[in-house]
Protein backbone atom coordinates (compact mmCIF):
# COMPACT_ATOMS: atom_id res chain seq x y z
CA UNK A 1 0.00 0.00 0.00
CA UNK A 2 1.49 3.38 -0.68
CA UNK A 3 1.46 6.13 1.36
CA UNK A 4 -1.31 8.49 1.25
CA UNK A 5 0.47 11.72 0.01
CA UNK A 6 2.20 9.46 -3.01
CA UNK A 7 5.77 9.70 -1.16
CA UNK A 8 8.12 7.41 -1.84
CA UNK A 9 9.23 4.98 1.30
CA UNK A 10 11.88 7.51 1.71
CA UNK A 11 11.09 10.27 0.71
CA UNK A 12 10.94 13.33 2.75
CA UNK A 13 8.19 15.57 2.59
CA UNK A 14 9.74 19.09 0.80
CA UNK A 15 12.05 20.93 2.49
CA UNK A 16 12.51 24.72 2.70
CA UNK A 17 15.98 26.49 5.25
CA UNK A 18 16.96 29.82 6.25
CA UNK A 19 19.55 31.35 8.50
CA UNK A 20 19.72 34.61 10.11
CA UNK A 21 16.16 35.18 9.94
CA UNK A 22 16.22 37.05 13.75
CA UNK A 23 18.56 40.23 13.58
CA UNK A 24 18.72 40.58 17.40
CA UNK A 25 20.00 37.05 18.00
CA UNK A 26 23.38 35.98 17.60
CA UNK A 27 22.21 33.02 15.53
CA UNK A 28 18.70 31.88 14.17
CA UNK A 29 17.42 29.95 11.37
CA UNK A 30 14.15 28.54 9.83
CA UNK A 31 13.67 24.96 8.92
CA UNK A 32 10.54 23.85 7.21
CA UNK A 33 9.84 20.08 6.17
CA UNK A 34 6.35 19.39 4.99
CA UNK A 35 3.76 22.07 6.82
CA UNK A 36 5.96 22.01 9.70
CA UNK A 37 7.41 25.20 10.44
CA UNK A 38 10.83 25.55 13.13
CA UNK A 39 12.50 28.97 14.14
CA UNK A 40 15.18 28.73 16.32
CA UNK A 41 17.32 31.30 18.05
CA UNK A 42 20.30 31.54 19.85
CA UNK A 43 21.80 33.90 22.32
CA UNK A 44 25.22 33.73 24.33
CA UNK A 45 27.52 32.72 25.27
CA UNK A 46 26.29 34.59 27.78
CA UNK A 47 26.39 35.29 31.69
CA UNK A 48 24.05 32.45 33.63
CA UNK A 49 21.90 32.82 36.42
CA UNK A 50 21.14 31.63 38.83
CA UNK A 51 25.01 31.78 39.66
CA UNK A 52 24.65 27.84 41.15
CA UNK A 53 23.73 26.66 37.74
CA UNK A 54 27.66 27.59 36.72
CA UNK A 55 30.23 25.78 35.50
CA UNK A 56 33.31 26.71 35.93
CA UNK A 57 34.93 23.69 33.39
CA UNK A 58 32.37 25.01 30.95
CA UNK A 59 29.96 26.45 29.12
CA UNK A 60 26.17 24.98 29.65
CA UNK A 61 23.33 24.44 27.09
CA UNK A 62 20.05 25.34 27.71
CA UNK A 63 16.78 24.62 24.96
CA UNK A 64 13.39 25.73 25.14
CA UNK A 65 10.88 24.11 23.07
CA UNK A 66 7.55 25.77 22.08
CA UNK A 67 4.53 25.69 20.45
CA UNK A 68 3.01 28.70 19.49
CA UNK A 69 -0.92 28.58 20.73
CA UNK A 70 -1.95 29.24 17.17
CA UNK A 71 0.10 26.38 15.84
CA UNK A 72 -2.22 23.24 16.97
CA UNK A 73 -3.86 21.03 14.58
CA UNK A 74 -6.59 21.30 16.92
CA UNK A 75 -8.07 23.84 19.84
CA UNK A 76 -5.83 26.69 20.60
CA UNK A 77 -2.86 25.32 22.98
CA UNK A 78 -2.88 26.99 26.44
CA UNK A 79 0.24 29.32 26.75
CA UNK A 80 2.97 28.56 29.42
CA UNK A 81 4.45 24.83 28.71
CA UNK A 82 3.37 21.43 29.08
CA UNK A 83 5.08 18.51 30.33
CA UNK A 84 5.01 17.84 26.85
CA UNK A 85 7.30 20.92 26.20
CA UNK A 86 9.21 20.04 28.72
CA UNK A 87 10.40 16.41 28.09
CA UNK A 88 11.40 17.62 24.63
CA UNK A 89 13.15 20.71 25.73
CA UNK A 90 15.42 18.11 27.45
CA UNK A 91 15.89 15.83 25.03
CA UNK A 92 16.93 18.32 21.99
CA UNK A 93 19.03 19.75 24.65
CA UNK A 94 20.97 17.14 25.09
CA UNK A 95 20.98 15.92 21.46
CA UNK A 96 22.68 19.00 20.64
CA UNK A 97 24.72 19.38 23.95
CA UNK A 98 26.57 16.03 22.47
CA UNK A 99 27.83 18.25 19.73
CA UNK A 100 28.70 21.47 21.26
CA UNK A 101 31.88 22.34 22.34
CA UNK A 102 31.63 25.23 24.92
CA UNK A 103 34.91 24.68 26.77
CA UNK A 104 36.44 27.96 26.28
CA UNK A 105 33.19 29.86 27.87
CA UNK A 106 33.36 28.45 31.48
CA UNK A 107 30.57 29.65 33.91
CA UNK A 108 28.50 30.99 30.78
CA UNK A 109 25.26 29.61 28.97
CA UNK A 110 24.03 29.42 25.64
CA UNK A 111 20.56 29.68 25.41
CA UNK A 112 18.21 27.98 22.43
CA UNK A 113 14.83 28.97 21.81
CA UNK A 114 12.87 26.96 19.40
CA UNK A 115 9.12 28.14 18.18
CA UNK A 116 6.92 26.51 16.10
CA UNK A 117 4.43 28.72 14.08
CA UNK A 118 2.75 26.36 12.27
CA UNK A 119 2.89 22.09 12.76
CA UNK A 120 2.05 19.01 10.50
CA UNK A 121 3.89 16.03 12.61
CA UNK A 122 7.55 16.00 13.28
CA UNK A 123 8.05 19.40 15.30
CA UNK A 124 11.01 17.74 17.96
CA UNK A 125 13.05 16.72 14.47
CA UNK A 126 12.37 20.43 12.49
CA UNK A 127 13.04 22.05 16.20
CA UNK A 128 16.74 20.40 15.99
CA UNK A 129 16.95 20.63 12.73
CA UNK A 130 16.51 24.64 13.17
CA UNK A 131 18.26 24.96 16.75
CA UNK A 132 21.44 23.02 15.04
CA UNK A 133 21.47 25.38 11.98
CA UNK A 134 21.18 27.82 14.27
CA UNK A 135 24.14 27.33 16.88
CA UNK A 136 26.18 26.90 13.33
CA UNK A 137 24.97 30.25 12.37
CA UNK A 138 26.02 31.58 16.00
CA UNK A 139 29.41 30.48 15.30
CA UNK A 140 28.89 28.46 18.35
CA UNK A 141 31.93 25.48 18.22
CA UNK A 142 30.43 22.12 17.09
CA UNK A 143 32.22 18.67 16.64
CA UNK A 144 29.15 18.33 13.65
CA UNK A 145 25.74 19.24 12.72
CA UNK A 146 22.76 17.53 14.01
CA UNK A 147 20.08 16.40 11.56
CA UNK A 148 16.85 14.69 12.44
CA UNK A 149 13.81 12.94 11.18
CA UNK A 150 11.16 10.98 11.99
CA UNK A 151 10.66 7.44 10.81
CA UNK A 152 8.13 4.76 11.93
CA UNK A 153 5.53 2.39 10.26
CA UNK A 154 2.79 3.27 8.12
CA UNK A 155 0.56 0.25 6.84
CA UNK A 156 3.25 -1.78 8.28
CA UNK A 157 6.02 -0.65 6.21
CA UNK A 158 9.19 1.62 7.25
CA UNK A 159 8.79 4.68 6.05
CA UNK A 160 10.71 8.66 6.69
CA UNK A 161 9.50 11.69 7.83
CA UNK A 162 5.49 10.86 8.61
CA UNK A 163 2.80 13.44 8.39
CA UNK A 164 0.32 13.94 10.49
CA UNK A 165 -1.87 12.15 8.30
CA UNK A 166 0.27 9.08 8.24
CA UNK A 167 0.99 9.21 12.30
CA UNK A 168 -2.91 9.52 12.92
CA UNK A 169 -3.29 5.46 10.72
CA UNK A 170 -3.84 2.69 12.81
CA UNK A 171 -1.30 0.61 13.64
CA UNK A 172 1.20 3.38 12.64
CA UNK A 173 4.65 3.79 14.73
CA UNK A 174 6.55 7.23 15.21
CA UNK A 175 10.21 7.16 15.93
CA UNK A 176 11.90 10.23 15.86
CA UNK A 177 15.54 10.03 15.62
CA UNK A 178 18.32 12.66 15.80
CA UNK A 179 21.20 11.67 14.00
CA UNK A 180 25.38 12.84 13.42
CA UNK A 181 25.39 12.68 9.76
CA UNK A 182 29.50 12.31 9.98
CA UNK A 183 29.61 9.80 12.61
CA UNK A 184 26.48 8.21 12.11
CA UNK A 185 25.58 8.34 15.81
CA UNK A 186 21.89 8.74 17.47
CA UNK A 187 21.54 11.43 19.49
CA UNK A 188 17.99 11.10 20.09
CA UNK A 189 15.35 8.27 20.27
CA UNK A 190 12.18 7.84 20.93
CA UNK A 191 9.35 5.43 19.68
CA UNK A 192 5.49 5.50 20.23
CA UNK A 193 3.62 2.31 19.14
CA UNK A 194 4.38 -1.53 18.20
CA UNK A 195 7.20 -3.01 16.17
CA UNK A 196 9.56 -5.93 15.48
CA UNK A 197 12.98 -5.40 16.52
CA UNK A 198 14.06 -6.11 12.47
CA UNK A 199 11.75 -3.28 11.43
CA UNK A 200 12.69 -0.96 13.85
CA UNK A 201 16.38 -1.49 12.69
CA UNK A 202 15.52 -1.06 9.23
CA UNK A 203 13.65 2.22 9.94
CA UNK A 204 16.63 3.61 12.14
CA UNK A 205 18.93 3.06 8.62
CA UNK A 206 16.43 4.78 6.49
CA UNK A 207 16.46 8.00 9.72
CA UNK A 208 20.27 7.62 8.98
CA UNK A 209 20.38 8.18 5.50
CA UNK A 210 17.89 10.37 5.37
CA UNK A 211 19.36 12.65 7.82
CA UNK A 212 22.38 12.76 5.47
CA UNK A 213 20.14 14.64 2.58
CA UNK A 214 18.38 16.71 5.28
CA UNK A 215 21.99 17.69 6.45
CA UNK A 216 23.25 18.51 2.68
CA UNK A 217 20.30 21.24 2.74
CA UNK A 218 21.73 22.36 6.38
CA UNK A 219 25.23 23.15 4.91
CA UNK A 220 23.80 24.29 1.54
CA UNK A 221 22.01 26.84 3.32
CA UNK A 222 24.60 28.13 5.81
CA UNK A 223 26.80 28.45 2.64
CA UNK A 224 24.58 30.47 1.02
CA UNK A 225 24.21 33.14 3.67
CA UNK A 226 28.33 33.89 3.18
CA UNK A 227 28.20 33.21 -0.71
CA UNK A 228 27.40 37.31 -1.10
CA UNK A 229 25.89 39.13 -3.86
CA UNK B 1 20.59 55.21 33.28
CA UNK B 2 21.34 56.02 30.00
CA UNK B 3 21.90 59.28 30.51
CA UNK B 4 24.75 59.59 27.43
CA UNK B 5 22.98 58.33 25.16
CA UNK B 6 20.05 60.47 26.08
CA UNK B 7 21.79 63.70 25.45
CA UNK B 8 23.39 62.44 22.09
CA UNK B 9 20.15 61.54 21.35
CA UNK B 10 19.07 64.87 22.37
CA UNK B 11 21.43 67.10 20.40
CA UNK B 12 20.09 65.15 17.42
CA UNK B 13 16.93 65.79 17.16
CA UNK B 14 17.82 69.97 17.69
CA UNK B 15 19.37 69.60 14.44
CA UNK B 16 16.49 67.50 13.44
CA UNK B 17 16.89 64.16 12.61
CA UNK B 18 17.32 60.69 14.50
CA UNK B 19 20.03 58.13 14.82
CA UNK B 20 19.09 56.33 11.36
CA UNK B 21 18.36 59.15 9.60
CA UNK B 22 14.16 59.53 9.54
CA UNK B 23 12.30 62.46 10.07
CA UNK B 24 10.38 62.46 13.21
CA UNK B 25 7.17 61.24 12.46
CA UNK B 26 8.64 58.98 9.99
CA UNK B 27 7.76 55.37 9.94
CA UNK B 28 10.61 52.64 9.23
CA UNK B 29 9.13 50.25 5.64
CA UNK B 30 5.84 48.24 6.83
CA UNK B 31 5.45 44.83 5.24
CA UNK B 32 2.78 42.53 5.91
CA UNK B 33 2.35 38.75 5.17
CA UNK B 34 -0.93 36.73 5.56
CA UNK B 35 -1.72 33.40 5.97
CA UNK B 36 1.70 32.58 7.60
CA UNK B 37 0.04 29.51 10.08
CA UNK B 38 -1.89 27.11 8.56
CA UNK B 39 -2.66 25.86 11.52
CA UNK B 40 -4.41 28.95 12.95
CA UNK B 41 -8.05 30.00 11.27
CA UNK B 42 -6.30 33.60 10.65
CA UNK B 43 -3.11 34.74 10.76
CA UNK B 44 -0.50 37.37 9.77
CA UNK B 45 2.96 38.85 10.16
CA UNK B 46 3.79 42.38 10.69
CA UNK B 47 7.51 43.84 10.18
CA UNK B 48 8.27 47.23 10.96
CA UNK B 49 11.64 47.94 10.07
CA UNK B 50 13.50 45.03 11.69
CA UNK B 51 10.66 44.62 14.34
CA UNK B 52 8.70 41.43 13.59
CA UNK B 53 5.16 40.25 15.06
CA UNK B 54 2.89 37.29 14.38
CA UNK B 55 -0.65 37.54 15.22
CA UNK B 56 -2.81 34.02 14.88
CA UNK B 57 -6.23 33.68 15.52
CA UNK B 58 -8.14 30.10 16.76
CA UNK B 59 -11.88 29.88 17.42
CA UNK B 60 -13.13 27.97 20.31
CA UNK B 61 -16.98 27.43 21.73
CA UNK B 62 -17.78 29.00 24.80
CA UNK B 63 -20.40 29.63 26.54
CA UNK B 64 -21.44 33.77 26.22
CA UNK B 65 -20.85 35.97 29.92
CA UNK B 66 -24.05 35.91 32.13
CA UNK B 67 -24.31 39.94 31.55
CA UNK B 68 -24.04 39.58 27.36
CA UNK B 69 -25.97 36.12 27.22
CA UNK B 70 -26.33 37.29 23.31
CA UNK B 71 -22.81 38.18 22.18
CA UNK B 72 -19.60 36.26 21.49
CA UNK B 73 -16.04 37.17 22.70
CA UNK B 74 -12.44 37.98 22.07
CA UNK B 75 -9.09 37.19 23.78
CA UNK B 76 -6.17 39.21 23.25
CA UNK B 77 -2.61 37.36 24.24
CA UNK B 78 0.81 38.07 23.96
CA UNK B 79 4.42 36.50 24.35
CA UNK B 80 7.30 38.79 24.32
CA UNK B 81 9.28 35.40 23.23
CA UNK B 82 12.99 34.90 24.50
CA UNK B 83 14.06 34.28 21.27
CA UNK B 84 13.19 37.83 20.08
CA UNK B 85 15.38 39.81 22.12
CA UNK B 86 17.64 38.89 24.68
CA UNK B 87 16.25 41.13 27.65
CA UNK B 88 13.10 38.88 27.46
CA UNK B 89 13.34 35.61 29.61
CA UNK B 90 11.42 32.63 29.59
CA UNK B 91 8.46 31.87 31.85
CA UNK B 92 4.92 33.90 32.79
CA UNK B 93 4.10 36.89 31.29
CA UNK B 94 5.71 39.73 32.03
CA UNK B 95 3.99 43.23 32.34
CA UNK B 96 5.03 44.45 29.25
CA UNK B 97 4.03 41.18 27.84
CA UNK B 98 0.26 41.72 29.78
CA UNK B 99 0.39 45.92 28.72
CA UNK B 100 0.56 44.90 25.28
CA UNK B 101 -2.08 42.60 24.79
CA UNK B 102 -4.80 44.97 26.87
CA UNK B 103 -3.98 47.54 24.47
CA UNK B 104 -4.30 45.82 21.42
CA UNK B 105 -7.33 44.31 22.93
CA UNK B 106 -8.72 47.34 23.92
CA UNK B 107 -8.18 48.96 20.28
CA UNK B 108 -10.35 46.31 18.59
CA UNK B 109 -12.84 45.84 21.34
CA UNK B 110 -13.82 49.60 21.44
CA UNK B 111 -13.99 50.85 18.22
CA UNK B 112 -16.28 47.62 17.45
CA UNK B 113 -15.05 46.88 14.38
CA UNK B 114 -16.46 43.38 15.15
CA UNK B 115 -19.91 42.54 15.82
CA UNK B 116 -20.13 40.34 19.17
CA UNK B 117 -24.06 39.82 18.76
CA UNK B 118 -23.24 37.92 15.49
CA UNK B 119 -20.72 35.65 17.10
CA UNK B 120 -23.22 34.55 19.13
CA UNK B 121 -24.53 30.83 18.36
CA UNK B 122 -27.12 29.97 21.00
CA UNK B 123 -28.14 32.70 23.53
CA UNK B 124 -27.18 32.17 26.82
CA UNK B 125 -25.41 29.12 25.95
CA UNK B 126 -23.16 28.54 23.07
CA UNK B 127 -20.82 31.53 21.39
CA UNK B 128 -17.29 32.01 19.58
CA UNK B 129 -14.40 32.93 21.95
CA UNK B 130 -12.00 34.41 19.02
CA UNK B 131 -8.69 34.67 20.36
CA UNK B 132 -5.72 36.10 18.71
CA UNK B 133 -2.36 35.67 19.98
CA UNK B 134 0.51 37.93 19.04
CA UNK B 135 3.87 36.20 19.25
CA UNK B 136 7.06 38.47 19.13
CA UNK B 137 9.83 37.14 16.67
CA UNK B 138 12.25 40.54 17.02
CA UNK B 139 11.89 43.36 18.61
CA UNK B 140 13.23 46.58 17.46
CA UNK B 141 10.78 48.95 19.19
CA UNK B 142 7.07 49.85 18.50
CA UNK B 143 5.91 46.85 19.40
CA UNK B 144 2.14 48.51 19.92
CA UNK B 145 1.87 49.99 16.53
CA UNK B 146 3.36 46.35 14.73
CA UNK B 147 1.22 43.63 17.20
CA UNK B 148 -2.28 46.11 16.55
CA UNK B 149 -1.68 46.00 13.42
CA UNK B 150 -1.37 42.38 12.77
CA UNK B 151 -3.53 41.62 14.70
CA UNK B 152 -6.45 43.48 12.98
CA UNK B 153 -5.24 42.00 9.57
CA UNK B 154 -5.39 38.64 11.02
CA UNK B 155 -8.84 39.20 12.16
CA UNK B 156 -9.68 40.14 8.97
CA UNK B 157 -8.25 37.29 7.46
CA UNK B 158 -9.96 34.71 9.60
CA UNK B 159 -12.51 32.23 8.42
CA UNK B 160 -15.00 30.73 10.51
CA UNK B 161 -14.19 26.53 11.27
CA UNK B 162 -17.23 24.67 10.31
CA UNK B 163 -19.16 23.10 13.89
CA UNK B 164 -20.69 19.36 13.61
CA UNK B 165 -23.11 18.45 16.53
CA UNK B 166 -21.88 21.20 18.69
CA UNK B 167 -17.95 20.59 17.84
CA UNK B 168 -15.60 22.78 15.99
CA UNK B 169 -13.99 20.60 13.05
CA UNK B 170 -10.66 22.80 12.49
CA UNK B 171 -9.81 20.73 9.75
CA UNK B 172 -12.28 22.10 7.84
CA UNK B 173 -12.57 26.49 7.46
CA UNK B 174 -15.89 27.60 6.20
CA UNK B 175 -15.73 30.43 3.63
CA UNK B 176 -17.58 33.02 6.30
CA UNK B 177 -15.28 35.64 8.00
CA UNK B 178 -15.87 36.76 11.19
CA UNK B 179 -18.22 39.98 10.95
CA UNK B 180 -15.91 42.98 11.06
CA UNK B 181 -17.00 46.83 9.81
CA UNK B 182 -14.80 48.76 7.85
CA UNK B 183 -14.12 50.72 11.26
CA UNK B 184 -10.30 49.39 10.31
CA UNK B 185 -9.15 50.05 14.25
CA UNK B 186 -5.11 50.92 14.10
CA UNK B 187 -2.72 52.18 16.61
CA UNK B 188 0.14 55.05 16.38
CA UNK B 189 2.26 55.27 19.34
CA UNK B 190 3.67 58.96 19.52
CA UNK B 191 6.75 59.04 22.07
CA UNK B 192 8.41 62.50 23.65
CA UNK B 193 11.95 62.42 24.38
CA UNK B 194 12.66 65.93 25.51
CA UNK B 195 10.65 68.19 23.69
CA UNK B 196 10.55 66.18 20.45
CA UNK B 197 7.47 63.82 19.48
CA UNK B 198 8.50 61.13 17.57
CA UNK B 199 6.60 58.01 16.42
CA UNK B 200 7.35 54.46 15.17
CA UNK B 201 10.69 54.12 17.80
CA UNK B 202 13.53 52.06 17.80
CA UNK B 203 14.71 49.93 21.11
CA UNK B 204 17.37 52.52 21.25
CA UNK B 205 14.77 55.12 21.30
CA UNK B 206 12.56 53.64 23.31
CA UNK B 207 15.21 53.38 26.31
CA UNK B 208 15.22 56.73 26.45
CA UNK B 209 11.68 57.54 26.32
CA UNK B 210 10.41 60.31 28.67
CA UNK B 211 6.40 59.15 28.05
CA UNK B 212 4.79 57.79 25.18
CA UNK B 213 0.72 58.17 24.31
CA UNK B 214 -0.71 55.30 22.02
CA UNK B 215 -3.50 56.10 20.12
CA UNK B 216 -5.85 53.51 18.41
CA UNK B 217 -8.33 55.56 15.64
CA UNK B 218 -11.11 54.62 13.75
CA UNK B 219 -11.47 54.93 10.09
CA UNK B 220 -13.86 57.99 10.16
CA UNK B 221 -11.48 59.26 12.77
CA UNK B 222 -12.57 58.85 16.00
CA UNK B 223 -10.10 57.93 19.02
CA UNK B 224 -11.46 54.55 20.28
CA UNK B 225 -8.66 53.64 22.86
CA UNK B 226 -5.88 55.44 24.51
CA UNK B 227 -3.00 54.20 26.68
CA UNK B 228 -0.10 56.76 28.26
CA UNK B 229 2.99 55.23 29.18
CA UNK B 230 6.17 56.40 30.93
CA UNK B 231 6.65 58.15 34.27
CA UNK B 232 6.99 61.87 32.83
CA UNK B 233 3.92 63.70 32.91
CA UNK B 234 2.29 65.29 29.79
CA UNK B 235 0.50 68.74 29.60
CA UNK B 236 -2.48 69.53 27.98
CA UNK B 237 -0.66 70.87 24.66
CA UNK B 238 1.66 67.48 24.84
CA UNK B 239 -1.30 65.46 24.55
CA UNK B 240 -3.42 67.69 21.84
CA UNK B 241 0.30 67.41 19.46
CA UNK B 242 0.40 63.81 20.47
CA UNK B 243 -3.25 62.84 19.60
CA UNK B 244 -2.65 65.05 16.07
CA UNK B 245 0.67 63.08 14.76
CA UNK B 246 -1.29 59.86 15.49
CA UNK B 247 -4.19 60.82 13.37
CA UNK B 248 -2.00 62.73 10.84
CA UNK B 249 0.04 58.75 10.42
CA UNK B 250 -2.96 56.57 11.07
CA UNK B 251 -4.02 56.21 7.71
CA UNK B 252 -0.52 54.76 6.25
CA UNK B 253 -0.79 52.00 8.41
CA UNK B 254 -4.63 51.61 7.64
CA UNK B 255 -3.72 51.24 3.70
CA UNK B 256 -2.76 47.45 5.31
CA UNK B 257 -5.73 46.40 6.29
CA UNK B 258 -7.61 45.09 3.80
Known amino acids: ?229 | MYEDLKSHMNEFFRKGIRFDGRKFDEYRKITVETNISKSAEGSARVKIGETDVMAGVKFEIGKPYPDSPNEGTIMVGAELLPMSNPEFEPGPPSIQAVELARVVDRGIRESKVLDFEKLCIKEGEQCWVVTIDIMTINVDGNLFDAAALAAMIALKEARIPKVEDGRVDYHELTKEKLPLSKKDPVSVTVCKIGNTYIVDPTVEEEKVIDSRLTVATTKEGLICAMQKGGVDPLSMEDIDKMVEIASKKCDELRVHVK
Open chain 1, 1 to 229: MSRPDKRKVDETRPIEAKVGIIPRAVGSAMFKIGQTVAYAAVYGPRSLFPRFLKNPEKGILRCYYNMMPFSGCGERIRPGGSRRSKEISMVTENALASVVDLRDFPNTVVDVFIEMPQTDAGTRCAGICAASMALADAGISMKEMVAAVAVGLVNGKPVVDLSKEEEDLEGAVDVPVAVLPRSKKVVLLQLDGEIKPESLKEAIKMGIESSQKINEIQKATLKDKYKGE
